[in-house]
């Protein structure tokens, strides 16, 4: 089984001492997002968890723990977002400079094929336009660069909850072809840099720009983690153009601190 921590909230910044304790008790309860009363015991234990997969803005107040993880026998990686937003977008995550210079320390910890940078979500307005994230985008993957080995991009959906909150910002969906103008722009980036970037759950094809759609639940990743040959299955309960492998989630929604105006989970 792979682990996912989380989808729902971010789990590393918030809550690393109730995971942890989770993983030294053996198992955790989860509630079920849609039928609250169904709750179900998961076991946590290197011979059921095949690979942790950890969603963060703000990864640093799991790092104290990563020691204990390795000892204890778990593989993991990290889905790391650091996007060009300051806190009229972002309000609760740390100073950027802070989150690079955690993103590079957690990428010499770990290795940096086990740390993965989201560019994501790409927000469009007159404040984030073309030329707003191409010169964004090349400041952070100049800085970036040396410690991944992949960027995953993908332009913000506009759900329910975050839609008031970005239309009184100006941004919009944009055109199938500024989308692809911006794109462009990032794998011209990445390539000179040496980054392989890839595209999550788009609509839109962007392979003839060089840029394969993503599984950020990557099961030939896991593979390569931890040297074994499983097989795993696509999630089904994604949407139709998710790539992610199956995995199960321990996270709760509304849990989140960072106030992030596109969220999907407040």
């Not at 789990?11 to 609250?36: D, H």
């Not at 609760?92 to 910890?109: A, N």
């Not at 390539?191 to 840029?211: H, Q, V």
């Amino acid at each position: 089984m792979i682990l996912s921590a989380s989808r729902r909230t971010d789990l590393p910044a918030f809550f690393p001492e109730w995971f942890m304790e989770c993983i030294r008790k053996g198992y955790a309860e989860v509630r079920n997002p849609f039928r609250p009363a169904q709750i179900s015991r998961l076991i946590l234990t290197p011979e059921k968890i095949d690979c942790i997969v950890f969603w963060s803005k703000n990864p640093a107040p799991l790092f104290p723990f990563l020691t204990e993880l390795d000892h204890r026998g778990f593989h993991y990686y990290f889905q790391f977002t650091l996007t060009p937003y300051g806190t009229e977008i972002e309000p609760g995550v740390p100073e950027k400079k802070t989150v690079i210079s955690d993103f590079i320390r957690l990428s010499e910890r770990i290795g940096r094929e086990k740390v993965i940078w989201r560019y994501d979500p790409i927000l469009f307005s007159k404040s984030f336009s073309q030329n707003y994230h191409s010169d964004r985008f090349r400041c952070l993957a100049e800085r970036l660069a040396p410690h991944t080995e992949r960027c995953i991009v993908s332009f913000a959906d506009f759900y329910r909850k975050a839609l008031p909150a970005l239309v009184r910002c100006g941004c919009r969906d944009p055109e199938d072809s500024i989308k692809l103008e911006i794109a462009g722009m990032l794998q011209k980036t990445a390539e000179k840099l040496g980054l392989r970037l890839y595209a999550c759950a788009e609509n839109l094809d962007f392979r003839p720009l060089g840029i394969e759609p993503s599984a950020c639940i990557d099961a030939e990743l896991i593979r390569r983690i931890t040297g074994r040959c499983q097989t795993f299955h696509r999630d089904r309960n994604q949407r139709p153009e998710c790539g992610c492998a199956e995995s199960r989630d321990i996270g709760e929604y509304h849990t989140c601190r960072h106030g992030c105006l596109y969220c999907y989970a407040k």
